[in-house]
């Protein structure tokens, strides 16, 4: 078959995914899970180029749009063969992938990898001077006229067909793969929770962003975090073929200016890539939904490369722990979930909304992914929470930007079972909630209450998803 035709035929693949889409997930309340013994397990790394090109829109359309690129963005991830059904990890240096964008995404990458797409797990890293796809949303944008791109259809797909290529390479590289590590080191003055200025009845009063420049708020303290970056390997013998990085926090240092970056995570990531690149780095962001470097960032250039030094350091002092085993046990696990929308969430007032020319693009591009979100919940299309248990080892997968309190839960989860079980957490897989608190925090209000997409019955529905993902095989 011609390149041409590959790539045609890949796109009428991916026209029909969104249609079934339902038929991969499970109903609400429902699980899977596949274990099996390690015998003759195989890994096939991947990664390919994911740079929007000059004139993309970035997160949304809201903000500058592409006019250069200070470093190049990617999206890096595996294929894990020989335990049952192929199972794949993808990392993507984008601001989001939500509702039928990041379920084509799956099954783009599953069908490279001969597998089915509750058996993919997609998480993007957040950076914001990124791309922001929901396809839904820009075809709302489309109707409009008048509005700016979410994502370029044709960059969007060319990304897919790039997708399917990196895997078929990477499934003809695979190697053997016979052990498992994991470790994790203090990352020192990076994440800060931006929920910290309150008034007496714990309303949230001011948000300390990203950057901040606010000295009052950048004087409280760090608040609830995750201070630890995980690190999870896998190794062909004495060789490690793959390291894993987890940390949760906003990873922006600065953006809004058009130039394209991965920033300091990216930068901590590419610099650990050049020093070992026979193995296979890839970062990956935790439950940062309440979490960022604002604390430590005043949004000034110089502090890009600060921040990128510190998570360096993280993942240098993390993999220092590393002490291989062999690999004993292998479970998959998947469970989908339709959650209940945020009852303020209505099609009509949105619709008239993002209908006003009079209104500013935030406040037209933004209740487009609002209305995607209800459109979705109408057609009862779950978002997919997964897990991979290897040995006493967990990775655990969840959508949309989850507070932190959801990571810390699913370590006590693991370790309420067994001291010694290990959880590293990457959120960000699909976007369609937007924001996920806990729900003491929904009367507390502030930003990340505003742009939650979901009733506060999410923590209840998703910690009993995480349990199911947790449970001792």
């Avoid at 309340?29 to 829109?57: C, I, K, M, N, Y």
């Avoid at 969430?345 to 209104?359: F, M, S, T």
């Avoid at 959880?423 to 996920?436: E, K, L, Q, R, S």
Wanted: proline residues 6%; glycine residues 8%.
């Amino acid at each position: 078959m011609s390149p041409s035709s590959q790539a045609s035929s890949r796109r009428h693949f991916l026209e029909q995914s969104l249609a079934a889409s339902a038929a991969w997930s499970l109903l609400p309340g429902q699980s899977q899970a596949e274990a099996a013994s390690p015998g003759g397990l195989r890994f096939a790394p991947f990664r390919f180029d994911v740079t929007p090109p000059t004139g993309h829109s970035l997160c949304g359309g809201w903000i500058k749009p592409v006019v250069g690129v200070d470093d190049r963005l990617e999206a890096i991830g595996f294929v894990l063969l020989g335990a049952g059904a192929p199972i794949v990890l993808c990392a993507v240096d984008w601001t989001g992938l939500l509702n039928d964008a990041h379920i084509q995404w799956r099954a783009a990458l599953a069908e490279a990898a001969g597998t089915t797409p509750d058996r993919v797990a997609v998480q993007c890293v957040h950076q914001h001077n990124a791309p922001f796809a929901c396809l839904e949303a820009e075809r709302i944008v489309l109707a409009q006229g008048d509005l700016p791109h979410i994502v370029d259809l044709d960059f969007y797909r060319a990304c897919l067909d790039r997708a399917q290529a990196a895997v078929e390479v990477g499934l003809k590289q695979a190697r053997p793969v016979t052990a498992i590590a994991h470790g994790e080191a203090r990352v020192h003055q990076v994440a800060s929770n931006r929920r910290v200025a309150r008034g007496e009845n714990g309303q949230i009063l001011k948000m300390r962003g990203s950057s901040c420049r606010d000295e009052a708020l950048r004087a409280l303290p760090e608040g609830t975090i995750d201070p630890y970056l995980k690190t999870v390997a896998f190794y062909d013998g004495d060789a490690k073929i793959a390291a894993c990085h987890y940390y949760a926090t906003h990873p922006m240092s600065y953006y809004g200016d058009g130039r394209v970056s991965s920033d300091f995570v990216g930068l901590a990531r590419k610099r650990r890539q050049q020093e070992e690149p026979d193995c296979q780095h890839i970062y990956f962001t935790g439950c940062a939904g309440n979490i960022s470097a604002g604390k430590y960032n005043d949004g000034s250039k110089p502090v890009r490369a600060v921040l990128a030094q510190r998570i360096y350091d993280g993942i240098v002092a993390a993999e220092k722990t590393l002490e291989p085993a062999p690999i004993d046990r292998i479970v998959w696990r998947s469970v989908g979930l339709v959650p209940a929308p945020r009852s303020s969430l209505a099609i009509d007032p949105l619709e008239r909304q993002i209908a006003d020319k009079g209104n500013a693009v935030v406040n037209r591009n933004r209740p487009a992914f609002m209305l995607s979100w209800l459109r979705r919940l109408k057609q009862a299309i779950p978002i997919e929470l997964t897990s991979l248990a290897v040995n006493n080892v967990h990775l655990l997968h969840l959508p949309a930007e989850s507070f932190i309190q959801y990571q810390l839960r699913a370590q006590a989860i693991a370790r309420s079972q067994d001291k010694g079980r290990f959880v590293a957490t990457a959120a960000y897989g699909d976007g369609g909630p937007w924001y996920i608190p806990v729900a003491d925090e929904y009367p507390h209000g502030g930003y990340e209450v505003s742009v939650a997409f979901c009733a506060p019955e999410i923590d209840a529905t998703m910690t009993a998803a995480m349990r199911k993902l947790l449970a001792h095989a």
